[in-house]
């Protein structure tokens, strides 16, 4: 079989689809083009096998539609040098050709010194007929019938609902990334999306999120090694299920970053439970030779040329927004119904005295620093409830005590002395992390080792237990991993805490808060889980119609 070059028609399907894959993808380089056309509006509708953009940005000349719509043709790029410095979103001039291709449909542009709007008129990338129609300034992509031509890959489409959710994740990308860019969705007639475009984030948050995960965003910012980074991460209460409201857009492109998004991550971890994830929305802003957006046919992926700065930068921005940040939870107003429904307290009543006034005691302080609390009683054996200078608190005792233990292991704790040293048969111990737990071995004949000291505040655990529980844990994987050297002081601080169903004194609840209150994550264990829930006094007295 001879080699010979394909024509112009059969290579611009094959072109096609390097770049628009599905619906999503061409109204992604559409709103993209709009974009980079300085447009302040942008309005996406879709409708039933149709779709169209629409921008106030600068239009097109009548010579150059016909242009545009032919394949390489850009005004974004020159050289090969221009592609190292890229400052706009679009660039490989195939976003519209490729569209055309693959599609029936029409273009209408105007700029603003101009009378008339050229309007163009393709179908399957054949010679577009030029015509004059009405128009304000700016330019119209109106596409019908995607995929006509190549029946296959329009068999690959998943259901309507699916390429509808797709489009929209795109639009909401594209204003996250744009917040001065007023963006609206419309789909099927009804509204989906409007942003203001007045610059920031927090609006845009509002109107894809809603009012509630609005409310629990943290500000992040930083700057570091000619990187800035800056947005809006969520608390741990605001967790999700999967990754899809991760948001990262660099230099004004929606992207997707390995790096970030584990940086990010990584910032959370002890803060959420397994298998949930943080929503954030973040810009990263860099000298453009920094970053190669040409790395993915669909530019959705880029390549850093330092992405360890980055990783840092990412890393420690997101840990000082959630240090100031990341408090209580507070139970949310329909769960406070539960308070009607319990039952008398049977812990014993605080001594009579006149009425607390907590003002002197409680100045106001950052969100994430652990109030003072005075203990109330025990609710089922497995929960502390205490006095707040804000509310009614409520603490997993368990999960206090394992972020307490879990906290001691990471530094040197007090120990003490067995008054008979216990023989243990141990392979190769972790020393360093033994040590560091609290526990003190020297060798006694082979893989034997003699156990002489213990942490000193188990309070009636069994320690050799719990030795052999941390060094199973460590043994799993290799024992230099961080992670691995973490879930073994997890499990360890799990092992060690008092668990639900455990009776504890008044002087026992008492000492308990005093040393969750002095961690430096009070507010989860070691698993992510919360510690403590709070019923705010002014939701008590509503419930209880004092307001």
């Not at 094959?14 to 974009?35: T, Y």
């Not at 999306?193 to 509002?206: F, I, S």
Request: hydrophobic share 45%; proline share 9%.
């Amino acid at each position: 079989m001879s080699i010979r070059v394909l024509d112009a028609a059969t290579a611009g399907k094959i072109a096609a689809g390097e770049v628009v894959e599905r619906p999503a993808a061409a109204v992604k380089e559409l709103v993209e083009n709009a974009i980079d056309a300085g447009a302040r509006h942008v309005d996406v509708r879709v409708g039933e096998g149709v779709f169209s953009v629409t921008d106030d940005g600068e239009g097109m000349a009548r010579d150059e539609v016909p242009v545009a719509l032919k394949r390489h043709a850009t005004s974004k790029i020159r050289t090969i040098a221009d592609l190292e410095r890229l400052a706009t979103l679009g660039f490989r001039g195939e976003a519209l050709p490729a569209v055309a291709a693959v599609s029936r449909g029409r273009i209408r542009t105007r700029r603003r010194q101009d009378a008339a709007a050229p309007a163009a008129v393709w179908e399957g990338g054949s010679e577009p007929a030029l015509a004059d129609a009405p128009a304000p300034p700016g330019t119209t992509v109106e596409v019908a019938d995607l995929f006509y031509n190549t029946p296959a890959r329009r068999a690959t489409l998943r259901s309507p609902q699916t390429e509808a959710a797709a489009i929209a994740e795109v639009v909401r990308a594209a204003a996250f990334a744009h917040p001065e860019v007023a963006v609206t969705l419309e789909m099927s007639g009804r509204g989906v999306l409007r942003t203001g475009g007045g610059g920031q984030l927090e609006d845009v948050a509002l109107a894809v999120w809603g009012a509630p995960a609005a409310r629990g965003l943290l500000p992040v910012r930083g700057r570091e090694a000619g990187l800035e980074i800056g947005g809006l991460v969520g608390k741990p209460e605001a967790a999700r299920g999967g990754r899809g409201d991760q948001y990262l857009a660099v230099n004004g492109r929606p992207v997707r970053s390995d790096v970030v998004r584990g940086a990010i991550e990584g910032a959370y971890r002890g803060l959420l439970e397994v298998h949930r994830f943080p929503l954030f929305v973040l810009q990263l802003t860099c000298d453009p030779a920094d970053v190669d957006v040409n790395v993915h046919p669909r530019k959705a992926e880029v390549r850093f040329a330092d992405p360890e700065a980055v990783r840092r930068l990412a890393f420690r921005a997101t840990r000082a927004a959630l240090g100031s940040g990341a408090g209580v939870p507070e139970v949310a107003p329909a769960a406070a119904t539960h308070l009607r429904e319990a039952a008398p307290p049977w812990w014993p009543a605080p001594v009579p005295g006149p009425a607390q006034d907590w003002s002197p005691l409680y100045q106001p302080l950052p969100e994430a620093v652990f109030p003072r609390l005075r203990p109330l009683g025990q609710l089922a054996a497995a929960y502390i409830l205490a006095e707040g200078p804000d509310g009614l608190y409520v603490v997993d005792q368990h999960a206090a005590h394992e972020r307490v233990y879990f906290e001691r292991f990471e530094r040197a704790v007090a120990r003490q002395m067995l008054l008979q040293p216990a023989p243990l048969e141990l392979a190769d111990p972790p020393l360093p992390e033994l040590t560091a737990a609290g526990f003190a071995l020297e060798p006694f004949g082979e893989a034997t080792w003699l156990v002489r000291e213990v942490p000193g505040d188990l309070s009636g655990r069994e320690p050799l237990a719990l030795l052999r529980d941390f060094v199973a844990r460590l043994g799993e994987e290799p024992a230099a991993e961080p992670p691995q050297r973490r879930a073994a002081r997890a499990l360890a601080a799990c092992k060690a805490a008092v668990k639900a169903g455990d009776p504890l004194t008044p002087v026992e609840m008492a000492a308990l808060l005093e040393d969750l209150a002095r961690c430096k994550q009070a507010y989860t264990c070691p698993h992510g889980r919360p510690t403590v829930l709070r019923f705010g006094y002014p939701e008590l007295e509503r419930r209880f119609g004092r307001t």
